[in-house]
């Protein structure tokens, strides 16, 4: 643990936090100060040698740079700088780009919109993206070139990585590309893309979390329990479209699927889905009218007999205690053993997390969102 801790710091005397790097990240004369501890033999290379001041400082930037934890830190900062910035940029600046007609603007005397990437800050944001891009590139290039390329994917975070930069890239595209009109189909998708990889932007983040030694089990902990919710789901899906279909049975007509095919699916599982969140329809299902919400019925003036009004309410009773009673306490049961299991081994699980960690932040070169440091 004590050599772990060694190379965690490398080349400093004591551990810097976020505000330290950013600090010397907006000023990098602060490492001359006693804000940053240095050990002694990375500053001079025997103990009588003398240096002056510009080689000093360039040789404490130096070892600032490539301790794995500047790099970890930096690497945090730059990360929620570059989730912001995204966020205000899809936000308030992706605009719709409305196709040109040079005739209708010279009849109307209007003056076309500017290209959406004709604004300096979505420039810089573009290019930002494109280094993170390059980067990922970069690792799977060197995964594949050392033939390390399955080890590479198999790892989660790695895949969460490369879905995120494809539908980002993809939404990319589809915003920036000329619409016709204001309907136009490819710019909502950009946006219903853009949407879910900013989402996943800021889910990534909980990788970085592994570095805490509270925080870094935690993480495990949730991979682990994700993979419990798995099996569950796949049990409550066979559920939730058995009683579905019986829902459909029992409350419509033939004649309700022969009109609209298409919400067929949807207005099976419409009961079921809202039942498992706490709306049970009770007023709507024990109607003696036959209306109903059901979103594929399309005759409400109908009635329905006392026979199915009872079916009705032993489907929902026993539907109600499949899932509430014995699904759920199941998936408590799954996420408790999880967690006992992760908390008698947390401390071990932090050391290789810990250990992981410094081996990617040994291998990098500075910090990967290496943006600061283009912008110097």
């Known amino acids: 643990q004590e050599l772990h801790e ?10 810097v936090g976020l505000v330290t790097v950013f600090l010397v990240f907006l000023c990098p004369l602060l490492v001359l100060t006693p804000l940053v501890n240095f050990r002694r033999s990375m500053i001079y290379n025997h103990p009588e040698e003398k240096i002056g001041i510009i080689a000093k400082w360039a040789r404490k930037f130096k ?21 912001v910035f995204q966020a205000y940029i899809i936000l308030s600046r992706l605009k719709r780009n409305k196709q040109s007609d040079g005739d209708t603007l010279q009849s109307d005397g209007d003056t076309p919109e500017p290209h959406v990437t004709s604004h300096s800050d979505v420039i810089l944001y573009l290019v930002w993206f494109g280094i993170l891009l390059v980067d990922e590139l970069l690792q799977v290039l060197q995964a594949v070139s050392v033939g390390h390329f399955w080890r590479w ?20 595209i589809c915003v920036m590309v000329p619409a016709d009109s204001d309907t136009s189909h490819e710019y909502d998708v950009g946006r219903v893309l853009l949407s879910v990889s900013s989402i996943m932007f800021t889910i990534r983040m909980v990788h970085m979390f592994i570095s805490d030694k509270q925080l870094g089990p935690t ?30 049975i029992v409350l419509t007509e033939p004649e309700d699927f022969n009109e609209d095919t298409s919400t067929m ?5 419409f009961y079921t889905i809202f039942q498992m969140y706490g709306e049970l329809f009770v007023d709507d299902l024990s109607n003696k009218d036959g209306s109903t919400y059901f979103p594929i019925v399309t005759d409400d003036d109908r009635t329905r007999s006392p026979l199915r009004r ?21 998936l408590i049961a799954m ?32 910090p990967r969102l290496s943006l600061s440091f283009i912008l110097y």
Not at 6 to 15: H, P, Q, T, V
Not at 265 to 269: A, N, T
Not at 312 to 318: D, G
């Open 335 to 366: 996420f408790s053993d999880t967690y006992s299991r992760i908390k008698e081994r947390e401390d071990v699980i932090f050391k290789f997390q810990r250990l992981e960690l410094l081996m990617e932040m040994e291998d990098s070169y500075l």
């Open 265 to 269: 699916f949807g207005g099976i599982i």
């Open 153 to 172: 994917y198999n790892v989660v975070w790695n895949k969460i990585d490369a879905t995120m930069y494809i539908v980002n890239t993809a939404g990319l």
């Open 219 to 248: 993480v495990l902990m949730i991979n682990k329990m994700l993979k419990d919710f798995k099996v569950f789901l796949i049990m409550f899906l066979m559920i939730l479209i058995a009683f579905g279909v019986g829902y459909a």
């Open 310 to 330: 009872g079916a009705v309410t032993v489907l929902v009773a026993t539907y109600m205690a499949i899932v509430v009673l014995m699904l759920v306490n199941i």
């Open 6 to 15: 060694k190379r965690w710091k490398r080349g400093l005397a004591s551990e």
């Open 63 to 83: 070892a600032f740079c490539i301790s794995p934890s500047v790099k970890f830190w930096m690497e945090v900062e730059m990360y929620v700088l570059f989730i």
